[in-house]
């Protein structure tokens, strides 16, 4: 299974970016997470098959998750963005059917891209 994600790049603090995970077919439970240099890596959000979203509570408010089914494309909208959002986002995938934000629940992964915030 093949998830490939883009949109990454570079914006001042308080600007925004949408970042897209192009994913081969739906699978129940799909994830943003993103690791900072020397951090773990860290759930951000996810988006079950029945709509249900939940987020951390580090982007709640400003971050926003969704998929366009026939487009088998996730996003992540991103909006005041901060310094500490700088990371590398990675879209994670499973057919599980609890959906967590913990990355040992999610056997598929893209490759990432790059999110860069400047203060």
């Known amino acids: 299974v093949q998830l490939v994600e883009s949109g990454g790049g570079s914006v001042q603090a308080g600007g925004s970016l949408n970042v897209s995970c192009r994913y081969p077919?739906?699978?129940?439970?799909m994830t943003w997470f993103r690791q900072a240099p020397g951090k773990e890596r860290e759930g951000v959000a996810f988006?079950?098959?029945?709509?249900?979203?939940v987020y951390s509570d580090s982007v709640k408010g400003r971050f926003t998750i969704s998929k366009d089914v026939p487009k088998n494309t996730l996003y992540l909208q991103m909006n005041s963005l901060k310094p500490e959002d700088t990371a590398m986002y990675y879209c994670?995938?499973?057919?599980?059917?609890?959906?967590?934000?913990?990355?040992?629940?999610?056997?598929?992964w893209g490759q990432g891209t790059q999110v860069t915030v400047s203060s």
């Open positions: 988006i079950a098959n029945n709509g249900r979203t």
């Open positions: 077919y739906n699978m129940y439970c």
């Open positions: 994670a995938a499973d057919y599980g059917g609890v959906c967590t934000l913990k990355e040992d629940s999610y056997r598929y």
